[in-house]
């Protein structure tokens, strides 16, 4: 392969838009294929390439672009239910993927998908943005250092607008995204994994659609996805983890705040002030030491995205995996687990008890 990295985009909505942008700051990254079966998607995906867009062909399949010839690696950026779907001729011809979360909707497609991946000799990435938000990364990084000590308890709160409008209004309804857990937790669910560094064995969620989209109607349908939500995640090591999440709040200061407290202090991190926090235990009564880094962010990046320039950085290390230059960082396999994570929180929720991963195979 040379140095440049041809891609193929499947998908033409606002995430697909968000990876065309990056790919643009991409060192190495040009865009020769989209595809997408909605005409006007693929013109508004064109219209972000700008005069980038001179040359690059529009399937209306993943079968057709996968057929090409034209492309290196693909990033998947279809409705969630559409993954299996769209994911299959792209690994029978071997091509590297970058995978929008999460993995899939059901716990036998994301099963699917990781086990065809684990046999394809091309990497597999499953997007999962956040990690690689410079704050994050370098709250991430202090953790692995020792800074608070053992951990213990893990808080992760995102209080934020509602879902978005999709095409054909497709996100409104559970069987198509998996459900909120599912859809817009996943990445939480994967931060947890990866900070704790153990497995889950056990979620409750205590969760409900309150607020938002109780007075649509798609077809004489209402819709049933969750818009505010507590859940707790046991995890083998002993660590406990909690994630808040409010999609009526998008007043807050900050829409990210993750906190992890260990024996010897507490750090924090804050999106998108920026801020990573750091508290050390002192004595009682004793004068609090705390201290207060904003972490700088790639301007470019900012702008080229709406998950705090992460996107753009998540880029820089997916093309050094596809040539060969990198590992894999977030395997099929990292995308399986949060979703069935989501799945645990979406079982939890509707039937109101702790739902141990062991009845979904984990």
Same mark, same amino acid.
């Given at each position: 392969?040379?140095?440049?990295?041809?891609?193929?985009?499947?998908?033409?909505?606002?995430?697909?838009?968000?990876? !065309?942008?990056? @790919?643009?700051?991409? =060192?190495? +990254?040009?865009?020769?294929?989209? %595809?997408?079966? *909605?005409? #006007?998607?693929? &013109?508004?995906?064109?219209?972000?390439?700008?005069?980038?867009?001179?040359?690059?062909?529009?399937?209306?399949?993943?079968?057709?672009?996968?057929?090409?010839?034209?492309?290196?690696?693909?990033?998947?950026?279809?409705?969630?239910?559409?993954?299996?779907?769209?994911?299959?001729?792209?690994?029978?011809?071997? !091509?590297?993927? @970058?995978?929008?979360? =999460?993995? +899939?909707?059901?716990?036998?497609? %994301?099963?699917? *998908?990781? #086990?065809?991946? &684990?046999?394809?000799?091309?990497?597999?990435?499953?997007?999962?943005?956040?990690?690689?938000?410079?704050?994050?990364?370098?709250?991430?990084?202090?953790?692995?250092?020792?800074?608070?000590?053992?951990?213990?308890?893990?808080?992760?709160?995102?209080?934020?607008?509602?879902?978005?409008?999709?095409?054909?209004?497709?996100?409104?309804?559970?069987?198509?995204?998996?459900?909120?857990?599912?859809?817009?937790?996943?990445?939480?669910?994967?931060?947890?994994?990866?900070?704790?560094?153990?497995?889950?064995?056990?979620?409750?969620?205590?969760?409900?659609?309150?607020?938002?989209?109780?007075?649509?109607?798609?077809?004489?349908?209402?819709?049933?996805?969750?818009?505010?939500?507590?859940?707790?995640?046991?995890?083998?090591?002993?660590?406990?983890?909690?994630?808040?999440?409010?999609?009526?709040?998008?007043?807050?200061?900050?829409?990210?705040?993750?906190?992890?407290?260990?024996?010897?202090?507490?750090?924090?991190?804050?999106?998108?002030?920026?801020?990573?926090?750091?508290?050390?235990?002192?004595?009682?009564?004793?004068?609090?030491?705390?201290?207060?880094?904003?972490?700088?962010?790639?301007?470019?990046?900012?702008?080229?995205?709406?998950?705090?320039?992460?996107?753009?950085?998540?880029?820089?290390?997916?093309?050094?995996?596809?040539?060969?230059?990198?590992?894999?960082?977030?395997?099929?396999?990292?995308?399986?687990?949060?979703?069935?994570?989501?799945?645990?929180?979406?079982?939890?929720?509707?039937?109101?008890?702790?739902?141990?991963?062991?009845?979904?195979?984990?």
């Amino acid at each position: 392969m040379t140095d440049l990295v041809r891609y193929g985009v499947v998908g033409s909505g606002l995430m697909a838009n968000e990876h !065309l942008r990056n @790919l643009a700051l991409t =060192p190495g +990254a040009v865009v020769t294929a989209l %595809a997408d079966p *909605v005409d #006007a998607s693929l &013109a508004a995906a064109k219209a972000t390439l700008g005069e980038a867009a001179d040359g690059v062909k529009t399937f209306g399949s993943s079968a057709e672009l996968a057929a090409s010839g034209l492309v290196d690696a693909v990033i998947v950026a279809s409705p969630n239910f559409t993954h299996r779907r769209v994911l299959e001729p792209l690994f029978d011809q071997g !091509l590297a993927i @970058l995978c929008e979360k =999460p993995l +899939a909707t059901t716990l036998e497609d %994301a099963s699917w *998908v990781a #086990a065809r991946a &684990a046999r394809s000799p091309a990497p597999f990435w499953t997007a999962m943005e956040y990690r690689y938000a410079p704050p994050v990364a370098a709250f991430i990084s202090q953790l692995r250092e020792g800074r608070v000590g053992t951990l213990r308890m893990l808080s992760i709160r995102e209080h934020r607008f509602p879902f978005l409008r999709k095409i054909g209004d497709w996100n409104r309804f559970s069987e198509n995204t998996g459900g909120t857990m599912v859809e817009k937790c996943c990445h939480f669910f994967d931060l947890m994994r990866l900070i704790v560094g153990a497995e889950p064995v056990r979620v409750y969620c205590s969760g409900a659609m309150d607020v938002n989209h109780r007075d649509e109607r798609y077809d004489g349908r209402t819709p049933d996805i969750i818009d505010n939500s507590y859940t707790t995640v046991d995890f083998a090591n002993g660590v406990r983890a909690m994630l808040d999440l409010c999609m009526f709040a998008e007043g807050a200061a900050n829409q990210e705040e993750i906190a992890a407290v260990g024996d010897a202090a507490r750090l924090e991190v804050f999106i998108p002030e920026a801020a990573v926090v750091f508290s050390p235990r002192v004595g009682l009564f004793s004068p609090k030491r705390v201290e207060r880094q904003i972490v700088e962010t790639d301007a470019a990046a900012l702008k080229a995205g709406s998950h705090h320039g992460s996107t753009y950085y998540q880029h820089r290390r997916f093309i050094a995996a596809v040539r060969g230059e990198g590992p894999v960082e977030v395997t099929a396999a990292d995308g399986l687990a949060a979703v069935a994570m989501g799945l645990a929180a979406e079982m939890s929720a509707a039937e109101k008890r702790a739902v141990e991963m062991t009845e979904l195979g984990f």
